[in-house]
């Protein structure tokens, strides 16, 4: 594909998020001082501004340029994509949406449907959910892996993985609440391996649906090229 033809793409994501952010600093004028419009202008502008850095870097990175034949399909992801940072997304979470768009280009597989499911999926993921759910994937604890054979082997991964994640600071009780939370999205399913002298072995195991979103969104080389092993010491973003 031509790199005036990526540039449209690009341009077309980045016209979708000025715009919404425009009308968004419209309706803030009509609603305080000048001393609150002038801060949430900046703001506002810093949100266009990361939002479209952060998509053309990922349709850029190994030259994923966005097919735009379907120029219907391609205004909805970009009307969506635009709606996420005018609500001021987080940066991971639009770097995943960015993603799963990429993602599709490079699998030639681009459906406006899968990323607006995706997209909104991705919307309601807090940090600690994203480095969870990193930590199931780096360590395979995945419902793939899961046989009869080798239940005792998926458990001793899914040890290992609360251990570091403890030894973080994510503390133990922190990721089972987490787990809890994250069985809402259909990427994560609780099981039971087995039995012990306490009572039955549970653990938390990424599901199909997991593994194709990390076919699009690359969420686990996300959270090692993050850094973020680390919670935030709340649940918000």
Partial sequence: MSQSRALTAISIVGAAVTDALTAQNSLV???????????????????????????????????????????????????????????????????LMARVLAGQQEQKSISADDFLYYADLISGLRRNEIIYLGSLLRYNVRLEALQPQNSQELQKRYLDMQRE???????????????????????????????????????HVGTRLLDEFERWAKLEALVREDGATEPPPDVSN
């Fill in 29 to 95: 004028a009509t609603l305080g001082g000048t001393g609150m419009v002038v801060a949430l202008t900046g703001l506002l502008e810093a949100r266009v501004k990361n939002a479209t850095q952060i998509i053309e870097e990922e349709l850029r990175r190994g030259d994923r340029n966005l097919d735009v034949s379907d120029l219907d399909g391609v205004a909805a992801i970009a009307y969506r994509y635009a709606r996420a940072a005018q609500e001021g997304a987080a940066r991971n979470n639009l770097r």
């Fill in 165 to 203: 994640l403890h030894a973080s600071g994510f503390l133990t009780h922190e990721q089972s609440t987490v787990a809890t939370s994250l069985q809402r999205t259909g990427l994560i399913l609780s099981f039971q391996t087995g039995m012990n002298f306490t009572g039955s072995l549970g653990i």
